[in-house]
């Protein structure tokens, strides 16, 4: 379970845009990501390569995390 202060990291990680320095840091070296009707990505440096391809199309990311966090053991939900 993660602690509430690596929940806090994470969230000021993203919410600085280092999105892809976020998921460097705090993802399982197995994770995977899924786009809604797409095939799953899986792996950290997968996943850390499609989102700094990502970040280099946009102009401009803003990021803010929806309090509140929803935390029941290992599952985690932060809008």
């Known amino acids: 379970m993660p602690?509430?202060?690596t929940l806090e990291g994470f969230?000021?990680?993203v919410e600085q845009n280092a999105h892809a320095e976020a998921i460097e840091a705090?993802?399982?070296s197995n994770a995977s990501m899924q786009e809604n009707q797409s095939a799953p990505r899986t792996g950290r440096d997968?996943?850390?390569a499609n989102e700094r391809k990502t970040l280099a199309?946009?102009?401009s990311v803003q990021s803010k995390c929806v309090r509140p966090?929803?935390?029941n053991g290992?599952?985690?939900v932060i809008r």
């Open 11 to 13: 969230i000021t990680r």
């Open 74 to 76: 290992n599952c985690v």
């Open 69 to 71: 966090i929803f935390q």
């Open 46 to 48: 997968t996943l850390v």
């Open 3 to 5: 602690s509430h202060e």
């Open 26 to 28: 705090f993802y399982a």
């Open 57 to 59: 199309r946009a102009k």
